[in-house]
């Protein structure tokens, strides 16, 4: 229909400029400081859902808002990591430090395999192989034999951290988990801001120019499909540390469709839209939880309304309104 | 009776048969998919809802007013796919500027309501929609007992599916709309309607879409995650077909149906993911699929 290329999704928000800007800094450390103080108002396994979705989205962001690269199957490398982490830390009895590190291992693995055939196609085939790969996953989740089926892998000890810091109370693994994805979401956005952040924004902005100016195209796309699995299977994996639980639902395409939604309603291609889209997106779920099957209607109104009225999301729209990338 | 590798024969036809009747509703869905790509450019993720339409409205007509399943078939592709045109004039058609992505993520949102508003009304427990009583019994083919519905299902969407190709290989409206499909600017300038040609491509992609649920209403239950899963299947089949060629799309159905029906004959813990297998080799092989072009 139209003569764009199918190789991507441009971002409607305000490109980042090179360089870090200052006002990040400021928003990174009000939101540190506001997560700090949030566990004497709020429920601590909340927001240890939150902050693990939050890094879910912004792994997931990491690819299709700066790589240009729609994966519909990212919870092949979450539920993966947390079978994983789940189960290094029941069986092996793993501290938790090192079955998260397993986690990510498998993740990062898997994501190595299903990327280099994933980036073989562009576009809505990108789309379609990475869903039909991670339904693949699906099915071994369910048949293989440690990942206890239907039940999954249930009651995984908290254990202690470095084998000191005893985590069964959820105020200590609340800092724990906000130390985690604290440090990831400061990665993802060295990540961004680097050299190789740079080139795949040119890749994702037009991807024959970046191949005439000699990038490798392929190994910049592999390379952020690698991180972005691992970042994924790092929140997988600590969620399976708070909820001492892996399950079929986190490697069911549900999964990924709801951290494309938060991603999307956050705002693509932004710093913060994925906090804030997993946030609302996670307090909607359980605001919601005893209605059944409205949480999906919703959830499908809130994917059409922002397709249709509201494609920069949440924080892209605020940023255009400040006229400051956020 | 001789036995081919071990496997009675009675198993491995069974099996061939189960392959062919799955292999039918690939065919017939990716074929759908196939005809509203070429022409919306956009991956439609709710056809799964709508198959799954087709079989609920199906048994609604049958429940709720006593219409059946002959009737059914005529009127609910008709029902569906009118429900398409509204969507696609009302929604679709306001993304054709932008990236094909937001037309997958704006049909997955609706492929959700969809299927959460069944949810809601119907359970998930699945509701028993009968054989109609023609088509009830079952023929012996001397080699193995055919039962007659399924044949009926699989002569059905072969005809259908055939259909379909000759309709768009072979007349004039189709020669429009491959035309449209390569070049839709051009096509508008000779006077043609273009917008229009688009919603009714979408129409018709989904009414094939109900189609196949109303014949599949009978064989599995019906209910509203019948369509969840088995379109991810079929973005498989269609990633392993390519969606340049209507006919590619027709074989790679009925093919990796058959497939899969022999996998669960000779290693039947592989039988979940043998498609999903044939796509990464495909990838390997030939990336744009065995009848794509490359883009």
Wanted: contains cysteine; aromatic residues 12%.
């Amino acid at each position: 229909m139209t003569t764009q290329s199918e190789t991507g999704y441009r971002s409607e928000a305000a490109a980042l400029p090179i360089g870090t800007p200052r006002h990040h800094m400021v928003i990174f450390a009000v939101l540190f400081g506001l997560l700090l103080v949030a566990p004497s108002v709020l429920y601590p396994v909340f927001l240890m859902k939150v902050l693990c979705f939050a890094l879910f989205a912004s792994a997931l962001n990491l690819l299709l808002g700066f790589g240009g690269l729609l994966s519909f199957g990212h919870a092949a490398f979450f539920g993966s990591s947390s079978y994983v982490a789940a189960y290094a830390a029941k069986a092996w009895g793993f501290n938790p430090e090192f079955a998260i590190l397993l986690g990510v291992l498998a993740a990062a693995v898997l994501g190595l395999g299903i990327g280099a055939l994933a980036i073989r196609r562009q576009g809505i085939y990108f789309a379609m192989v990475t869903l039909a790969f991670a339904q693949m996953v699906f099915f071994f989740a369910l048949q293989a034999p440690f990942t206890g089926g239907e039940d999954g892998i249930q009651a995984v000890p908290r254990g202690r951290l470095f084998g000191l810091i005893d985590l069964s109370s959820d105020l200590t693994l609340y800092f724990v988990v906000l130390a985690i994805v604290f440090g990831a979401l400061l990665l993802i956005y060295r990540i961004i801001h680097s050299p190789f952040g740079q080139v795949l924004k040119a890749i994702r902005d037009n991807e024959p120019r970046s191949v005439s100016l000699g990038y490798k195209v392929n190994r910049y796309k592999l390379a952020v499909f690698v991180m972005s699995a691992a970042l994924a299977g790092l929140a997988g994996a600590t969620k399976a540390i708070v909820f001492q639980l892996a399950s079929l639902t986190d490697v069911y395409w549900t999964m990924s469709g709801e951290v494309v939604l938060m991603t999307l309603l956050g705002g693509m291609g932004t710093v913060f839209g994925p906090l804030i889209g997993a946030a609302v997106i996670v307090t909607m779920q359980n605001y919601f939880a005893g209605f059944g099957a409205w949480v999906t209607v919703l959830q499908g109104a809130i994917f059409v309304v922002s397709v249709l009225l509201f494609r920069e999301g949440i924080v892209g729209v605020l940023a255009k309104w400040l006229k400051k990338p956020l | 009776m001789f036995e081919l590798l071990g496997i009675p024969p009675q198993a491995l036809f069974g099996q061939l048969l189960l392959g062919l009747i799955n292999g039918s509703f690939y065919a017939l869905l990716s074929l759908g998919l196939a005809v509203i790509f070429g022409l919306l450019n956009i991956i439609n993720f709710s056809h799964g809802a709508q198959y799954m339409m087709g079989a609920f409205v199906a048994w609604m007509l049958l429940t709720y007013t006593g219409i059946n399943y002959w009737w059914a078939l005529l009127i609910v592709p008709l029902v569906v796919g009118a429900s398409g045109v509204v969507i696609e004039r009302l929604m679709i058609s306001r993304l054709y500027h932008l990236d094909h992505l937001y037309g997958l993520l704006l049909t997955f949102g609706l492929a959700l309501i969809i299927q959460g508003l069944f949810r809601n009304q119907y359970g998930v427990s699945g509701l028993p929609y009968s054989i109609p009583a023609e088509l009830s019994g079952g023929t012996n083919l001397g080699f193995m007992f055919l039962p007659n519905y399924r044949g009926w299902v699989i002569v059905a969407s072969v005809v259908v599916c055939f259909a379909t190709w000759f309709a768009i290989e072979k007349t004039r409206l189709g020669a429009y709309l491959r035309a449209a499909t390569e070049n839709p600017t051009l096509v508008g300038a000779f006077g043609i309607n273009v917008p229009r040609m688009i919603t009714l491509t979408y129409g018709f992609g989904v009414a094939l879409a109900a189609l196949a649920g109303v014949l599949a209403a009978p064989i599995y239950s019906v209910n509203p995650n019948m369509g969840a899963d088995l379109i991810i299947v079929v973005f498989a089949v269609v990633v392993i077909g390519g969606m340049g060629s209507i006919l590619g799309a027709i074989l790679t159905g009925f093919g990796l149906g058959i497939v899969e029906g022999l996998t669960r004959v000779f290693y039947p813990e592989g039988s979940a993911v043998v498609i999903f297998v044939i796509m990464a080799i495909v990838l390997l092989v030939k990336p744009a699929g065995l009848f794509g072009r490359t883009q």
